[in-house]
């Protein structure tokens, strides 16, 4: 009964390339994320999503989109992946981005390029 | 820009001892500060959360006070235990996009 899940899990592919990460979360939350972990431990987010509205961090390249078919999915797409990319990336969803209330993380999928 | 920065990187600690983890951060308008554990190749627990409006949150052996004003907090663990070996993330939520901005961890060593 994972609450919020992620898949792949592990995922290795060449420079060029485009992947898709796929996240589905079965709480009922109104908002999604994805976060970027790098080599340093660091998590930055990249986007946040609810069913009202996307919300881009300016630092994100283009080649990165976001797609929720419904408010229970948010799959990130990344296009000419880069060397750069690799990292472990972390779905995770809240009841609403506005409130303060605790975020719910998926176990990661870490992404390297080759 | 928020920046949030954890003292020490790692710690390493023999069962049964309490210890203190550190984190501060730059900009004191926050909304509030979670503490998340990572075991490795999983993703992050929320162990505590504490608004913005509050000095401590506790769960069990945990405890997580927070000073908004002095931009810090800390997480006290009671009576270490080897399962508790993980890496223990602050966030603050801030900004007018609410966003959450991570430190990079304490990694915590228990030793039987």
């Known amino acids: 009964d994972t609450a919020v899940s992620q898949t792949p899990k592990y995922l290795v592919t060449q420079m060029g390339n485009d992947k898709s990460i796929k996240c589905e979360q079965n709480?009922?939350?109104?908002?999604m994320y994805w976060y970027k972990q790098d080599s340093k431990k660091f998590l930055k987010i990249m986007f946040s999503?609810?069913?009202?509205?996307?919300?881009i961090n300016e630092t994100v390249p283009n080649r990165f989109s976001p797609k929720s078919p419904d408010k229970a999915h948010l799959n990130l797409h990344i296009n000419s992946l880069e060397l750069g990319d690799s990292a472990v990336y972390f779905c995770?969803?809240?009841?609403?981005?506005?409130?303060?209330?605790?975020?719910?993380f998926g176990s990661g999928t870490q992404l390297s390029v080759l | 820009k928020q920046e949030v920065t954890q003292i020490p990187a790692a710690l390493s600690v023999p069962e049964g001892e309490n210890l203190v983890l550190n984190c501060s951060f730059t900009?004191?308008?926050?909304?509030?500060l979670q503490w998340f554990r990572q075991d490795p190749g999983k993703g992050l627990t929320s162990l505590l959360l504490?608004?913005?409006?509050?000095r401590e949150q506790t769960s069990g052996r945990l405890n997580a006070s927070l000073d908004k004003s002095s931009g810090r907090s800390t997480l006290y663990i009671a009576a270490s235990q080897p399962g508790d070996s993980a890496t223990y993330l602050c966030?603050?939520?801030?900004?007018?996009?609410?966003?959450?901005?991570f430190g990079s961890g304490t990694q915590l060593t228990v030793l039987p």
């Open positions: 995770a969803s809240s009841p609403d981005r506005e409130y303060n209330e605790k975020l719910f």
């Open positions: 709480l009922g939350h109104d908002t």
């Open positions: 999503y609810n069913n009202k509205e996307l919300i």
């Open positions: 900009d004191s308008a926050i909304y509030n």
């Open positions: 504490i608004q913005s409006s509050q």
């Open positions: 966030a603050v939520k801030s900004g007018s996009a609410r966003q959450l901005t």
